[in-house]
C-alpha cells in the first residue's frame, strides 16, 4: 500500500506580527517558529519505519525549507518540485491583512472558498488543473511514503480531487492518505501535528 502525506510549511509569520494572505506572489522565508515546526516535522518523519519513496516540494522558500529539514533527517533528498503543489495567487488581496480580504469579498465568498474551494472574484487558481494534478498524482504507481510539502491553499484541492470538502491544514501540520493496489485512495487524518 502505498501512503501520501501531504505537509504544509511552517510559519511564515511570528505570533506578534499581523497575518496577510500571502500566496504564490509572496516569497517569504520561515520564521523561527516555523523553523522549529519544519524540525518536528523532520523528527517525526525521520522516526517513522516506511521507505520513503519521493519527497517533492512547492517552489516557494518557505516549503523548500520544511522539506530540506525533513530531507536532512531523513536521509532522502528532495526529488524536485512541482508547480502544482504551489500556493494560489490571491490577485488584489496578495499581502493585505485578513480584515481587508475580508471587506472586499464578503463573508459569503470567503465561505465558498473554505467549504467549497470556489475562489474569491480576482484570485487567480485554476481549480480543474490543480485537480487534474492531485488524481494524476494519485494515480502513479508506487511503494512507500510519496512526502509532499505544500501551502494550505494547494492542499485543498487534494480534498477536492476525492470528492470531499476542503480543510484548512495548519502549518506545521500534515494529512495522510492510502492508496491500495486498486487505486482506492482513503483519507486516514488531517491536520495533525507531531
Same mark, same amino acid.
Request: glycine share 10%; aromatic share 8%.
Given at each position: 500500500?502505498?501512503?501520501? @502525506?501531504?505537509?504544509?510549511?511552517?510559519?511564515?509569520?511570528?505570533? $506578534?506580527?499581523? /497575518?496577510?494572505?500571502?500566496?504564490?506572489?509572496?516569497?517569504? #522565508?520561515?520564521? &523561527? $517558529?516555523?523553523? %522549529?515546526?519544519?524540525?518536528?516535522?523532520? *523528527?517525526?518523519? !525521520?522516526?517513522?519505519? @516506511?521507505?520513503?519513496?519521493?519527497?517533492?516540494? =512547492? #517552489?516557494?522558500?518557505?516549503?523548500?525549507?520544511? !522539506?530540506?529539514?525533513? !530531507?536532512?533527517? *531523513?536521509?532522502?533528498?528532495?526529488?524536485?518540485?512541482?508547480?502544482?503543489?504551489? &500556493?494560489?495567487?490571491?490577485? #488584489? +488581496?496578495?499581502?493585505?491583512?485578513?480584515? +481587508?480580504?475580508?471587506?472586499?469579498?464578503? %463573508?459569503? /465568498?470567503?465561505?465558498?472558498?473554505?467549504?467549497?474551494?470556489?475562489?474569491?472574484?480576482?484570485?487567480?487558481?485554476? /481549480?480543474? $488543473?490543480?485537480?487534474?494534478?492531485?488524481?494524476?498524482?494519485?494515480?502513479?504507481?508506487?511503494?512507500?511514503?510519496?512526502?509532499?510539502?505544500? =501551502?494550505?491553499?494547494? /492542499?485543498?484541492?487534494?480534498?477536492?480531487?476525492?470528492?470531499?470538502?476542503?480543510?484548512?491544514?495548519?502549518?506545521? %501540520?500534515?494529512?495522510?492518505?492510502?492508496?491500495?493496489? +486498486?487505486?482506492?485512495?482513503?483519507?486516514?487524518?488531517?491536520?495533525e501535528r507531531p
Amino acid at each position: 500500500m502505498r501512503r501520501l @502525506f501531504i505537509i504544509r510549511h511552517g510559519n511564515t509569520f511570528a505570533s $506578534s506580527a499581523q /497575518a496577510c494572505r500571502i500566496g504564490s506572489r509572496t516569497d517569504i #522565508p520561515l520564521v &523561527e $517558529s516555523g523553523h %522549529a515546526q519544519a524540525e518536528r516535522l523532520a *523528527t517525526w518523519f !525521520a522516526q517513522q519505519s @516506511f521507505p520513503i519513496h519521493q519527497l517533492l516540494s =512547492s #517552489p516557494l522558500l518557505r516549503a523548500r525549507q520544511t !522539506a530540506a529539514a525533513i !530531507a536532512a533527517a *531523513t536521509g532522502h533528498s528532495l526529488d524536485g518540485m512541482r508547480d502544482w503543489l504551489g &500556493e494560489i495567487d490571491h490577485g #488584489p +488581496d496578495e499581502g493585505r491583512p485578513e480584515a +481587508d480580504v475580508l471587506a472586499r469579498i464578503g %463573508a459569503q /465568498a470567503l465561505a465558498d472558498w473554505e467549504e467549497q474551494g470556489i475562489a474569491p472574484d480576482g484570485w487567480i487558481v485554476d /481549480a480543474d $488543473s490543480r485537480i487534474a494534478a492531485w488524481r494524476a498524482f494519485f494515480a502513479q504507481a508506487g511503494e512507500g511514503a510519496d512526502l509532499l510539502v505544500t =501551502s494550505n491553499g494547494a /492542499a485543498r484541492f487534494a480534498l477536492l480531487a476525492l470528492g470531499l470538502p476542503p480543510r484548512k491544514l495548519r502549518t506545521g %501540520a500534515f494529512g495522510e492518505l492510502a492508496i491500495a493496489p +486498486d487505486g482506492a485512495v482513503t483519507l486516514l487524518r488531517w491536520d495533525e501535528r507531531p
